[in-house]
């Protein structure tokens, strides 16, 4: 999760594909 958080610092638009993959995750999960 924290190089989540790190991504959407560095790239705005990469915060996009992180929701998506943070979601795909929790459904993994």
């Not at 989540?4 to 992180?18: R, S, V, W």
Request: glycine share 6%.
């Amino acid at each position: 999760m924290s190089l989540y958080d790190i991504h959407e610092g560095a790239d705005p638009l990469k915060k996009e594909a992180t929701m998506e993959v943070k979601g795909n995750k929790l459904l993994v999960t």
